[in-house]
């Protein structure tokens, strides 16, 4: 039996997000594009099926709250929903605030340190109406507005602050892959929104900063892991390469530097993008093997996820050292986890995973702590109910909530801040 131990003060903790927890989240972006996919045949949607109730988190945060106790959780990320704040354009909801601080409070009553993001894919109705992510200059107004009235409201209670979620993917899966609404497939576009989600990081940034100098602020970043299918194949060397660079290098270097680099931009700067970081947060789940530019999830063989994600656990160890060369920054993993539901498997994949990043530690690398994705079962996006993350099963009939196999063996992994596995 060999023990993977891990430093004393090593954070522990799980992730949700406001819109796939809440329930009743009917202002924004996301909700109207179910309400229209809805309307169409069962075999043309793009969306599933509506968030409607979700985990109906919104009012049952306490109970949810008292489960992660229960499991030893030391710290839970959790997202605000700008279009609770913002419903309509001159109108700031003062209850919704009031609502957050109590669920952040919450949390502080049960000992457990609060991760807060800002943004987490949804944009206000309104919002949208006047151009979105495409028009940044009036979208940067308004998203002002939202910074400059939620920070100074609730930031007493946050201990890190991740202001934007995967800066890459609404861009990539919005813009270019069709799959997030408005489901485009434009490269020029998703340039142009990924430009934007670099000045809201920026911005909000600084403007946490103005309030809270002290305060840690990072990034949740869904760093994609790609590789060639054929590693032979000079066009699928070159593809995965393009690809990185793209979704993930780029970022990280125009936060460094403040330029945008190709092929986001030619150089050109963000001034308040430079330095804009004080640790990096991982989001990790998988590989993509690409032809060309054309990404494959899986080959032949390989063990894969409810999502179809290939189970690929020396991914994050590898990701976690280019971090650690380049960025030379603290360290959280922010999301890691599965959706099945086979709870060996999900044991499995977690301790795979935690496996490699301890791997990562023992060889210098400076990670501070490490969140599972997700606290609950919840809404996942375009795949709507049936993808199971969480460490919390959720009957969404009668919104019963019940610990599951992998939530208590998270727990003990907790308790005893280590690993034990087997060498057989």
Same mark, same amino acid.
């Given at each position: 039996m060999s023990k993977y131990v891990f430093p004393e003060g090593f954070l522990w903790g799980a992730a949700a997000s406001a819109y796939q927890t +809440?329930? &009743? &989240?009917?202002? &924004?972006?996301w909700h109207d594009a179910e309400q229209k996919e809805q309307q169409k045949p069962p075999g043309k949607r793009r969306l599933a099926e509506c968030c409607g109730d979700a985990c109906d988190h919104w009012h049952r945060y306490e109970e949810d709250y008292d489960l992660a106790r229960e499991m030893g959780i030391q710290m839970h /990320?959790? =997202?605000? +929903?700008? =279009? /609770?704040?913002?419903p309509a354009e001159n109108e700031v909801d003062h209850s919704a605030i009031a609502q957050y601080r109590a669920m952040m409070g919450a949390l502080h009553s049960r000992g457990i340190k609060v991760m807060l993001c800002l943004h987490h894919f949804t944009i206000p109705r309104w919002v949208l109406a006047k151009g979105g992510f495409e028009k940044r200059r009036v979208f940067m107004t308004h998203f002002e507005r939202y910074l400059q009235t939620i920070v100074p409201a609730v930031g007493d209670l946050v201990d890190y602050w991740l202001p934007i979620n995967e @800066? &890459?993917?609404? @861009?990539?899966?919005g813009f270019f892959g069709k799959l997030f609404p408005p489901f485009k497939a434009n490269f020029l576009a998703f340039v142009k929104v990924y430009r934007t989600f670099f000045a809201m990081h920026a911005r909000s940034y600084r403007v946490i900063k103005a309030h809270f100098p002290e305060a840690p602020v990072g990034v949740a970043f869904a760093f994609m892991h790609f590789q060639p299918y054929n590693p032979a194949n000079i066009l699928h060397r070159w593809g995965a390469a393009f690809a990185n660079r793209a979704a993930n290098l780029c970022f990280f270097e125009a936060v460094k530097t403040g330029r945008i680099g190709f092929p986001l931009g030619l150089g050109d700067t963000i001034p308040e993008l430079r330095g804009a970081m004080d640790f990096v947060g991982l989001n990790y789940y998988t590989t993509l093997y690409m032809k060309g530019l054309r990404p494959i999830e899986k080959k032949p063989g390989d063990q894969a996820t409810d999502m179809g994600w290939i189970l690929y656990p020396q991914g994050i160890y590898e990701i976690l050292q280019y971090l650690a060369r380049s960025i030379d920054l603290p360290i959280i993993v922010t999301e890691n986890g599965v959706a099945t539901t086979d709870e060996n498997f999900r044991i499995q994949y977690l301790e795979a995973h935690l496996r490699e990043v301890h791997r990562a530690m023992e060889e210098g690398v400076p990670v501070k702590g490490y969140m599972c994705w997700s606290l609950t079962d919840n809404f996942e996006w375009q795949h709507g109910y049936k993808m199971r993350f969480g460490l919390i099963h959720v009957d969404f009939a009668t919104q019963k909530r019940t610990i599951k196999a992998g939530g208590s063996w998270y727990g003990r992994v907790i308790r005893e801040n280590r690993l034990l596995v087997s060498d057989v």
């Open positions: +809440e329930g &009743n &989240n009917i202002h &924004n972006d /990320r959790l =997202s605000i +929903e700008w =279009s /609770r704040i913002f @800066p &890459n993917v609404v @861009p990539l899966a």
